[in-house]
């Protein structure tokens, strides 16, 4: 059974960071294999919007435009998790953040970490 858990969410200031977790359980974030690792963002009364993607095998990582240049992608296959590093954080990225690990037959959803930023 996969599990997909997500963590490190919570209030920061606006032009804080925060790093987001996403640790995999039940399948192996291996460098060789194909899947994705997307991750979205949901606001109350809103659909879930990609932000960020980081594709394997290769790394090859993509962006909303909104959060390029802020926001960086990234795994860890000794740690089996992906990371979300976020930086110069705007009051708009408050959000409920999910992490998506999508294979060839299969998609995977953690239950989402709040990330809000405020004064």
């Known amino acids: 059974q996969v599990e997909v858990a997500e963590s490190g969410g919570g209030l920061v200031q606006p032009g804080g960071s925060l790093r987001l977790s996403c640790a995999a359980s039940?399948?192996?974030?291996?460098?060789?294999?194909?899947?994705?690792i997307n991750w979205y963002r949901q606001t109350p009364g809103k659909g879930r919007d990609v932000v960020a993607t980081?594709?394997?095998?290769?790394?090859?990582?993509n962006y909303t435009d909104s959060v390029k240049g802020r926001f960086t992608v990234s795994r860890d296959n000794v740690k089996n998790t992906g990371y979300l590093q976020m930086y110069s954080l705007k009051p708009e990225d408050t959000a409920v953040y999910f992490c998506?690990?999508?294979?060839?037959?299969?998609?995977?959803w953690g239950q989402g970490t709040q990330v809000t930023v405020s004064s």
């Open positions: 039940g399948f192996t974030l291996s460098i060789y294999s194909t899947y994705l």
């Open positions: 980081f594709a394997s095998p290769g790394g090859t990582t």
């Open positions: 998506n690990i999508r294979t060839l037959r299969s998609s995977y």
